[in-house]
């Protein structure tokens, strides 16, 4: 089945960096465009930033420049990597695929700006 798992969150001070990971399994990961969202305490929960199989990336205007979207198709994994980070960056990021129609989610890691 497919699972994501997700690692790297924390807390930091702004203008601080984190990297997040997102190992996939159960599926063809080299061939799915792979997706980060976050969701803040009370609001919805919003796309960051996608990438192709290929590794083109698009950005949410609000992180565009800050943040920087990969994949490692050997290891199936896509990265986030934070950069700048300001408070309302804080939220729950969770990794996500469209995998036959269906929305697959990770558990979710914390990232805390704060200082």
């Known amino acids: 089945q497919v699972q994501l798992v997700e690692s790297g969150g924390g807390s930091v001070q702004p203008g601080g960096s984190l990297r997040l990971s997102c190992a996939a399994s159960?599926?063809?990961?080299?061939?799915?465009?792979m997706n980060w969202y976050r969701q803040a305490p009370g609001k919805q929960r919003d796309l960051v930033a996608q990438?192709?199989?290929?590794?083109?990336?698009t950005y949410a205007d609000s992180v565009k420049g800050r943040f920087t979207i990969s994949r490692d198709n050997a290891k199936n994994t896509v990265y986030l990597q934070l950069n700048s980070l300001k408070p309302e960056d804080t939220a729950i990021y969770y990794c996500n695929v469209k995998y036959r129609g269906a929305n697959y989610w990770g558990q979710g890691t914390q990232v805390t700006v704060s200082s």
């Open positions: 990438i192709t199989p290929g590794g083109t990336p």
């Open positions: 159960g599926f063809n990961f080299n061939i799915y465009v």
